[in-house]
């Protein structure tokens, strides 16, 4: 072998025994965010004690509390991604949380949340009474802090009634949680918690309204 040969071969073994302990620090595979919003768990069933003739104590289930009235409701005329790069939410520990293809259907998903708080949402055909209202989204961020990981949204929302006041203002979810394993299901948790509180506060404005 001629001492090119020698010296190549020297420096491709040099390549392959740097390159070896990268093979197990690959980067983490990205995570997807869920198109279908899911609201905060119901709490617990509930129980009411009571006592037999014998003094033993019993547990009775509390049937859970009937779903909301709607009180409001909103004819939405247009859902917005506002945001600089749509396509992502953040990264956490390194790994890449990116956004729902079908931006649309997870804004309606996440919209559509209201109901929960009494506030009806028509897409397509307005009802009689309905606010006319337009939703964007204006951040949504999560990230890792130490052994926390961190989500935020904004959505900003415009809704107007005649001979009242309009609503037009951010409004602001966020959540803060140990970060366990950097897992799918507690980063869409994370995710979905921070919206919910979004959406606390829009349902808060838009009854004030439906009210006035």
């Not at 020297?10 to 070896?20: D, E, I, M």
């Not at 009474?129 to 935020?152: F, H, K, R, Y």
Request: charge should be neutral.
């Amino acid at each position: 072998m001629t001492l090119r040969g020698v010296v190549a071969g020297r420096a491709a073994a040099v390549a392959a025994a740097l390159l070896l302990p990268l093979a197990g620090c690959a980067a983490p595979l990205p995570v997807t965010a869920s198109p279908t919003f899911t609201d905060r768990a119901p709490p617990p069933p509930q129980f009411s004690q009571t006592s037999s003739l014998s003094d033993t104590t019993h547990r009775k289930a509390v049937a859970p509390a009937p779903p909301p009235v709607l009180t409001c409701r909103i004819h939405v005329v247009a859902l917005i991604d506002g945001r600089r790069a749509p396509d992502t939410l953040g990264i956490i520990t390194g790994r890449a949380v990116k956004s729902p293809p079908d931006t649309q259907g997870w804004l309606r998903s996440v919209v559509g949340g209201l109901e929960a708080r009494g506030v009806g949402v028509d897409f397509d055909a307005a009802q009689p009474g309905d606010l006319e209202t337009t939703v964007s989204l204006q951040t949504a961020w999560v990230t890792a802090v130490t052994t926390n990981m961190t989500a935020n949204v904004v959505l900003h929302m415009k809704a107007e009634k005649p001979g009242a006041p309009p609503i037009d203002r951010d409004f602001r979810g966020g959540l803060s949680n140990i970060n366990w394993a950097s897992g799918d299901r507690e980063i869409q948790t994370l995710v979905n918690k921070a919206f919910a509180g979004a959406l606390d506060g829009m349902a808060k404005d838009l009854h004030a309204l439906c009210g006035s």
